[in-house]
């Protein structure tokens, strides 16, 4: 048995009437490197024993005392505090079973028969000093486990209470989005978040990060609030992915990484910007039909330096009924008592049966599928149904959301960029004028009409001047898909002499201030009464229509590649 070291020696209480033995023993105790005091009565026994100035871990008591007997003793003491007694070494010439019997009943830990063994009083004496050794060191280490947990617990605590505040104050509930989630453990390493941009898009993200608990949560942090600022600022879905990269790519561990589907709907357009990153394929359904896969094409976030990370998205145009549905492998990867996976497959038949509920009937056949309701893994799943989303600048307008006031006071102010080359396609020149505006301390709503109007204005510049693209295709079997591609096409082919140049000046007019915003590119124009036509089924055209329903008066300088639009308060 290996010695346990303490910080002080055991005190060791010697009970026994013969004064000649009591010290013997005292001394043979003390000469083994241990404390020894002495009793020579049952009365100063109880007094060592009760007294709180004298801590003593061992006491050898014999039976036979002048005032009593040793188990009287320990009858008297558990009668107080049974906890409190340390334990005893009974020490005796009665060897009867049934005597021993009633000593280890009342709490003796062992025995010695007179004439004492010194050796075998050693051994016994070493093996229970071990023993209340390991005690002492349990109790000490129960404490400190206790404490610990205490202070785990209220860590914890602040910190959910940390994590769900962020994932409150960066989440919107917007009605056509419905998720379900639920945690392996306190903390989700699985989020969901819905936010609309200043014009009027859907902007949502079912990201899981690496594991789950905490050290998931953790990890997917830094990819809430770039989500929700970037998102807030109007940026499109390709810039806000590639900023998530960089960011979790730069302040996280190497081991640690972010699979994510993030999601750009743009009602007005009925059209859907998808970028799936190590997620499960998603699917756009419509009465139990499975219309279009979304499967990853990226690695995850966090993974990929910036040259070697691809934003591309996916882009689908969505008919007018259906919704987009998307998991975590968490739900697929649940296994049955038999190991065997949830799976894609059976979430394709339960999809493919048209329930009346999909998440509900996912839901009850996962826990028939494991047989309990808690799971190893987080489990997320979300559907996007845009029919039902109050979303898309059209809306904002009809309903009269978009009203505003120029405040009086403001000075004169002008403010310009200009782009060219590739930087076209990488920089975000709406979000750029909307940060401007905001530091003058512009109106919120009117800093909105003057994003949307922006928007509309930098695309059809670049789609219809500079890259020369005709809306018109889309209008075509599959020519939404081709003409993004062949947008991308055209953009990787941009040089110095392709450029766009936006401007706000502030027009201080008495009684009537005024914005003038004006956007020129390189190309050729277009002609711009083709589009004046306006059909809402129609797939193109819509930019100007919005644009002139915002504006108080849009001018299109010849050939077309000048438009200027002017707006007061609303």
């Known amino acids: 048995m290996t010695d346990i070291v303490l910080d002080q020696p055991l005190c060791i209480l010697v009970v026994d009437d013969d004064q000649l033995l009591n010290e013997l023993l005292c001394e043979f105790l003390r ?15 109880t007094q060592a024993l ?25 009858r008297s003491l558990s009668a107080r505090d049974a906890h409190a007694i340390p334990p005893v070494i009974m020490i005796s010439v009665n060897e009867d079973p049934d005597f021993l019997q009633s000593c280890f009943s009342c709490g003796v830990a062992d025995y010695v028969i007179k004439p004492i063994n010194l050796s075998l009083l050693a051994l016994k004496v070493k093996a229970l000093i071990n023993s209340v050794s390991m005690q002492q060191l349990i109790s000490l280490q129960n404490a400190e486990l206790a404490r610990f947990k205490q202070e785990a617990e209220r860590e914890e605590a602040i910190a959910k209470f940390i994590y769900e505040y962020l994932l409150g104050q960066n989440s919107q509930s917007v009605e056509g989005v419905n998720t379900w989630l639920q945690s392996s453990s306190s903390f989700s390493g699985d989020i969901a978040m819905a936010r609309t941009s200043p014009s009027g898009d859907l902007y949502f993200m079912l990201a899981d990060a690496t594991g789950h608990g905490l050290s998931a949560a953790i990890t997917i942090m830094p990819a809430v609030s770039i989500f929700n600022s970037m998102v807030a600022k109007g940026f499109h879905i390709q810039p806000i992915v590639t900023e998530l990269n960089k960011k979790l790519s730069r302040d996280t561990p190497a081991d640690r990484f972010v699979a994510a589907i993030i999601v750009q709907v743009q009602k007005d357009r009925s059209e859907l910007h998808l970028w799936n990153g190590g997620m499960p394929t998603a699917y756009w359904i419509n009465g139990g039909k499975i219309q279009q896969e979304f499967r990853s094409r990226h690695m995850a976030l966090g993974i990929l330096d910036d040259d070697q990370f691809d934003a591309n998205v996916d882009t689908y145009h969505f008919p007018k009924s259906g919704f987009l549905f998307a998991c975590t492998d968490g739900l697929l990867e649940e296994r049955n008592p038999a190991g065997e996976c949830f799976s894609m497959q059976r979430v394709v038949d339960i999809i493919q049966s048209n329930p009346a509920d999909l998440h509900r009937q996912l839901i009850t056949a996962l826990h028939a599928h494991t047989g309990r309701e808690t799971y190893s893994d987080d489990v997320s799943m979300c559907t996007l149904t845009p029919a039902d989303m109050l979303l898309g600048s059209s809306r904002l307008l009809a309903n009269g959301m978009l009203q505003g006031r120029f405040e009086q006071g403001i000075g004169h102010f002008s403010w310009g960029v200009e782009l060219s080359g590739r930087k076209i396609a990488e920089c975000e020149m709406p979000p750029l004028a909307n940060k401007f505006l905001q530091y003058l301390g512009i109106d919120q709503n009117i800093c909105q009409i003057v994003f949307l109007i922006v ?14 693209l005709d809306s018109a295709v889309k209008e075509q079997a599959d020519g939404f898909e081709f003409y993004f591609q062949e947008r991308e096409r055209r953009l990787k082919l941009l ?15 008495p009684g009537n201030p005024a914005l003038a915003i ?10 711009p009464s083709v589009l004046r036509a306006h059909n809402d089924d129609q797939l193109s055209g819509r930019g100007l ?4 329903s915002l504006a108080r008066s849009v001018d299109i300088a010849p050939p077309g590649n000048l438009i200027r639009a002017v707006i007061s308060s609303f």
């Not at 928007?455 to 020369?468: K, P, Q, Y």
């Not at 229509?545 to 002139?548: A, K, Q, Y």
């Open 545 to 548: 229509h919005l644009i002139r």
């Open 31 to 45: 000469s083994k490197d241990l404390q020894a005091r002495s009793a020579y009565s049952l009365v100063e026994a």
């Open 495 to 509: 040089t110095e002499q392709d450029f766009i140049s936006l401007s706000l000046e502030w027009l201080p007019q």
């Open 518 to 527: 004006t956007v020129r590119d390189s190309g050729a124009g277009y002609d």
């Open 50 to 74: 009760s007294s709180a100035s004298h801590n003593v871990d061992l006491v050898l008591l014999d039976y036979e005392l002048g005032d009593g007997t040793g188990l009287d003793l320990l």
């Open 455 to 468: 928007s509309e204005m930098v695309s059809n510049a670049i789609d219809h001047g500079i890259l020369r």
